[in-house]
């Protein structure tokens, strides 16, 4: 198999490439923009409210804990007119995200299958290999049991046979 990277639908497109978190966040901040706004203006007001208890100003709490809730409606009204509005890209990324999803998978399940065929390979190697010892085993036994039985029909002794078999008589 070639290591290039195989044409894609999604090619011309570079709205749907995979993207890391913080990609994922700037693009999100970038769409709704109102979301984190309302968030900060939230944050604030119940800064302010916790300023204003410790002064003591009761008005200025009520008014901050006010604004913490129009802040709160403004954010939440933000989100379901996003997700309105957001809603047929939304499909389409889900979409994008199965997709490269799968190809994960079948990435995943390619790579297994090489490796259990490299496997495969390793053990028809090992048996060939331990095959071939056991082949020169055999043929080295019935070479000892030859030159056994010829030293026996020679009347040899035990170490006459191992110089023979060795090949270290004269």
Same mark, same amino acid.
């Given at each position: 198999?070639s290591?290039?990277?195989?044409?894609?639908? =999604?090619?011309?497109?570079?709205?749907? *490439?995979?993207?890391?978190?913080?990609?994922?966040?700037?693009?999100?901040?970038?769409?709704e923009?109102?979301?984190?706004?309302?968030? &900060?203006?939230?944050? *604030?007001a119940?800064?302010?409210?916790?300023?204003?208890?410790?002064?003591?100003?009761?008005?200025?709490?009520?008014?901050?804990?006010?604004?913490?809730? *129009?802040?709160?409606? =403004?954010?939440?009204?933000?989100?379901?007119?996003?997700?309105? *509005?957001?809603?047929?890209?939304?499909?389409?990324?889900?979409? =994008?995200?199965?997709?490269?999803?799968?190809?994960?998978?079948? #990435?995943?399940?390619?790579?297994?299958?090489? +490796?259990? #065929?490299?496997?495969? +390979? #390793? +053990?028809?190697?090992?048996? &060939?290999?331990?095959? &071939?010892?056991k082949?020169?085993?055999?043929?080295?036994?019935?070479v &000892?049991?030859?030159?056994? #039985?010829?030293?026996?029909?020679?009347?040899l002794?035990?170490?006459?046979?191992?110089?023979?078999?060795?090949?270290?008589?004269?």
């Amino acid at each position: 198999m070639s290591n290039q990277q195989l044409p894609s639908s =999604f090619d011309g497109n570079t709205e749907f *490439y995979e993207e890391s978190r913080w990609q994922k966040l700037t693009r999100k901040l970038k769409d709704e923009p109102l979301i984190p706004f309302g968030c &900060a203006v939230t944050c *604030y007001a119940l800064w302010r409210a916790s300023r204003s208890i410790r002064s003591g100003d009761h008005h200025q709490t009520n008014r901050m804990f006010r604004a913490r809730i *129009y802040g709160q409606f =403004f954010t939440i009204v933000c989100m379901v007119g996003g997700s309105f *509005y957001y809603a047929e890209e939304r499909e389409k990324r889900k979409i =994008f995200e199965s997709a490269v999803a799968q190809k994960k998978v079948a #990435e995943r399940k390619e790579a297994w299958i090489r +490796e259990l #065929e490299a496997r495969d +390979e #390793e +053990e028809r190697e090992l048996r &060939a290999k331990k095959e &071939a010892k056991k082949k020169k085993l055999s043929e080295s036994k019935a070479v &000892a049991s030859s030159m056994v #039985e010829q030293s026996e029909e020679r009347k040899l002794g035990i170490v006459e046979a191992v110089l023979d078999l060795g090949g270290f008589r004269r």
